[in-house]
């Protein structure tokens, strides 16, 4: 049964920094298209960072800079390390995962297993 877990959501002060987790179980992990998302209310679910089948690192330009995406094969683990946060990153964080192979940024449509997210709150 695949699944995903997301963990490390907070409150946090502008400018500051939070690392993302999210714990996979299920599937071979290496190799596998993983990504970041985030969704704030009234607002489409949008794609934050991501890693494809081959190990390429995609980010919004609204992060580029300041987030950074990593996998830990040997943990089963996928992290997103936000620095220089804006209250304007406020919104709920989602992992997910696809059962196909995934290249490039894809759309947040295009991955099938989701986590419940984690609160990421940046106060101005």
């Known amino acids: 049964q695949v699944q995903v877990a997301e963990s490390g959501g907070d409150l946090v002060q502008a400018g500051g920094s939070l690392r993302l987790s999210c714990i996979a179980s299920?599937?071979?992990?290496?190799?596998?298209?993983m990504g970041w998302f985030r969704q704030s209310p009234g607002k489409e679910r949008e794609g934050v960072a991501t890693?494809?089948?081959?190990?390429?690192?995609s980010f919004a330009d609204s992060v580029k800079g300041r987030f950074t995406v990593s996998k830990d094969n040997a943990k089963n683990t996928l992290y997103l390390q936000m620095n220089s946060l804006q209250p304007e990153d406020t919104a709920m964080y989602y992992c997910?995962?696809?059962?196909?192979?995934?290249?490039?940024?894809?759309?947040?449509?295009?991955?099938?297993?989701w986590g419940q997210g984690t609160q990421v709150t940046v106060s101005s």
């Open positions: 997910a995962t696809s059962q196909r192979p995934l290249y490039g940024f894809p759309h947040p449509d295009e991955y099938n297993y």
């Open positions: 890693v494809d089948s081959v190990d390429s690192t």
């Open positions: 299920g599937f071979t992990f290496s190799g596998r298209a």
